[in-house]
């Protein structure tokens, strides 16, 4: 081997590794600016995840076993889909979307539409306080200490934090949903058979290999109901106002639009991932043990025990107290959010309190009176869960077709506007909610 063999083996080498520390580099940089924008899709999309979510999951797991699994797919890409447009409006316009509805639909349209947004999240609210009731009474903590205690943490939490302080404690909380992959595995469940339930099994179900496996689902009328109540409890309007809120209190900007899809994105997988291990738990358990009703979320986890043994109760429990308390700042924040900027009241939790009171006070009193409310003796809880999730499932084909007619408007939205696709996917969606509504 001569000099000159060696002097280009060596140039080679050389370049090799240049080109190496160029594509780190570059894989660092991107890495960096993912992690400065991740945080709203993720939070905003796993925060519905809550009680009243999590009790609909169990009741489908208990009831149709792993005949429901199909859904997942089609609901997580329209999840995805609602709350890309959103966040695409944020960031191309710098403005909440309340804001957008106000400025291009008038005063009158926004009030009607915030009032109903107010109610239907209160409802929400004191479905969350429930589901801390629920949680910590499976430890045998009454809700007249784990609700009120509840209240002022969750209060304390949002007045004294910043939105980076808050969005960090955020992304915190999410880790705790893994509780529920812990407790489908201890549940034992047929995972061959949960997959293969994930594909479209009204379609499948006829191909003689599946019939085994995937088990058509009857299309009955509570068969339809379970389908409407998934939708509703993944897909809730508040989303929409704070994800887009967010995006713009963190000024994410045009250039981050990249970052941000991806981080909606991930946002929509994973929640639509703890979705299928809660499903999974449930079938595995209450659904091949022929328990089918549940009273809530809590009745679940204490059904789990005896099937599953005490380790998946308690962290199906410790799951359960996560999302409601997780989901508790972050309802009324979304609602504050929505109409203060809605009415022209200034908003933010970077601001002071005396700069923006409404919003602050508005933000007390759905945290006081909702955790009052469920103090009542009596107070029918499971009913309210139900019921949060019926109005989510009513207001939300209204919010998405404001979406859509906003992200259309070439003249706001530039070269960003929606794609046929988006618009398809988005339609089908409304179509399909109003009709199960309906049913």
Same mark, same amino acid.
């Given at each position: ?27 660092? #940089? ?9 945080? =709203? ?12 979510? *999590? ?100 209060? +304390? ?7 980076? &302080? ?24 047929? &995972? ?9 099994? =009204? ?13 058509? =689902? ?38 981050? &639009? ?29 659904? +091949? $043990?022929?328990?089918?009703? *549940?009273?809530? $979320? ?50 933010? +939790?970077?601001?002071?309190? #005396?700069?923006?009171? *409404? ?17 009542? =003796? ?62």
């Amino acid at each position: 081997m001569n000099w000159t063999t060696i002097a280009a083996r060596m140039q080679r080498w050389g370049e090799r590794t240049t080109t190496f520390r160029q594509r780190v580099r570059r894989v660092r #940089r991107r890495l960096v600016l993912f992690l400065a924008v991740v945080g =709203p899709g993720v939070i905003t999309s796993n925060a519905n995840n809550e009680s009243g979510g *999590i009790y609909t999951y169990s009741l489908a797991g208990a009831q149709f076993g792993y005949a429901v699994l199909w859904i997942l797919i089609p609901m997580g890409i329209a999840l995805y889909v609602t709350e890309e447009m959103c966040a695409r409006m944020g960031t191309v316009t710098g403005k909440g979307l309340s804001d957008l509805i106000r400025e291009e639909f008038g005063f009158r349209v926004t009030f009607f539409l915030m009032a109903a947004l107010l109610v239907v999240n209160f409802g929400n609210v004191l479905a969350e306080f429930a589901g801390v009731a629920s949680a910590m009474e499976l430890w045998g903590v009454s809700k007249y200490i784990s609700v009120p205690v509840a209240a002022v943490l969750v209060w +304390v939490l949002v007045l004294q934090g910043t939105s980076r &302080w808050l969005e960090k404690i955020f992304m915190a909380v999410c880790l705790v949903y893994l509780t529920y992959i812990a407790s489908a595995v201890l549940a034992k469940p047929q &995972w061959l058979v949960a997959v293969l339930n994930l594909l479209p099994t =009204p379609v499948l179900h006829w191909i003689p290999q599946l019939k085994p496996w995937v088990k058509p =689902p009857e299309l009955s009328t509570a068969y339809l109901l379970i389908v409407a109540g998934l939708l509703g409890a993944t897909i809730a309007p508040w989303q929409h106002f704070y994800l887009q809120a967010a995006v713009v209190e963190k000024r994410v900007g045009p250039r981050q &639009w990249r970052q941000t899809r991806t981080d909606v994105m991930v946002g929509s997988i994973t929640a639509s991932v703890i979705v299928f291990f809660i499903i999974v738990c449930t079938a595995a358990t209450l659904h +091949v $043990a022929g328990q089918r009703n *549940i009273a809530d $979320a809590g009745d679940a986890a204490k059904a789990l025990e005896p099937l599953a043994g005490r380790w998946a109760s308690l962290l199906f429990g410790l799951g359960l107290l996560n999302a409601s308390l997780f989901a508790a700042s972050i309802l009324p924040l979304s609602t504050c959010y929505a109409i203060c900027e809605g009415l022209g009241f200034e908003s933010g +939790v970077d601001r002071k309190f #005396r700069e923006a009171p *409404i919003f602050y006070w508005l933000y007390t009193g759905l945290i006081v009176v909702g955790a009052l409310s469920i103090l009542i =003796p009596g107070a029918p809880l499971v009913r309210i869960a139900v019921l949060s999730q019926v109005a989510n499932g009513i207001l939300l084909p209204f919010v998405l077709i404001f979406v859509l007619m906003l992200a259309n408007r070439r003249d706001l939205m530039g070269e960003q506007v929606n794609s046929r696709t988006f618009n398809a996917v988005a339609w089908v969606t409304s179509v399909a909610l109003i009709a199960l509504t309906l049913v």
